[in-house]
């Protein structure tokens, strides 16, 4: 099974999205979406904790914001 999360930040009634990169393997490239991906091992857990922390790691990632 594999595991994921997306992010939605919102401020003021707008959200943010991202623009995904053109690449040509990818069908879905060029379109916009929520900050997210794949869920690393450590937090695959259960916990609410594992899940934030994943959060706040792939948006600030994908959106070099620091939340």
Known sequence: MMYGRLVYLS?????????????KEDPNS?????PGGKLENKEKSLSSR???????RV?????GLTL
Do not use: I, P
Not at 11 to 23: S, Y
Not at 50 to 56: K, N, P, Q, T, W
């Open 11 to 23: 401020v003021n009634g707008k959200v943010l999205m991202v623009k995904k990169v053109d690449r």
């Open 30 to 34: 060029g379109f916009y979406t929520l």
């Open 50 to 56: 594992g899940r934030l922390e994943s959060a706040r």
């Open 59 to 63: 948006s600030e990632q994908e959106t």
